[in-house]
C-alpha cells in the first residue's frame, strides 16, 4: 500500500535489479548481441550503472532492453538498419 503507483507491476526487490546489472553486464562483456543495432552499447552501460532505488525509469528501461534482446534472440529477428 505504500509503493508509489506505477504503470506496471514490477518487483521491489534489490535482487532484481542486481540480475538485470548483470545479466546487461554479460551482453556488454559479448558484444554481439542484436541488440546493439537498435541500442548503443554505452547507453545500455548507462541504464546498468544506476544505482538500484535512484531512478524507476532507468531500472525500467534497463528491464525493456533486455527483454527487447531476449526477442530479437529468441525469435531471431533482424534489424534492417
Excluded: C
Aim: hydrophobic share 40%; proline share 7%.
Amino acid at each position: 500500500m505504500q509503493r508509489v503507483k506505477s504503470p506496471y507491476p514490477s518487483t521491489q526487490d534489490p535482487r532484481y535489479h542486481q540480475a538485470l546489472e548483470d545479466a546487461a553486464g554479460k551482453l556488454l562483456a559479448t558484444g554481439d548481441s542484436p541488440i546493439f543495432d537498435v541500442i548503443a552499447p554505452d547507453a545500455l552501460r548507462k541504464l546498468a550503472e544506476v544505482p538500484a532505488g535512484h531512478d524507476q525509469g532507468a531500472r525500467m528501461g534497463l528491464d525493456m532492453a533486455l527483454n527487447l534482446h531476449t526477442w530479437l534472440t529468441d525469435y531471431k529477428v533482424t534489424v534492417a538498419v
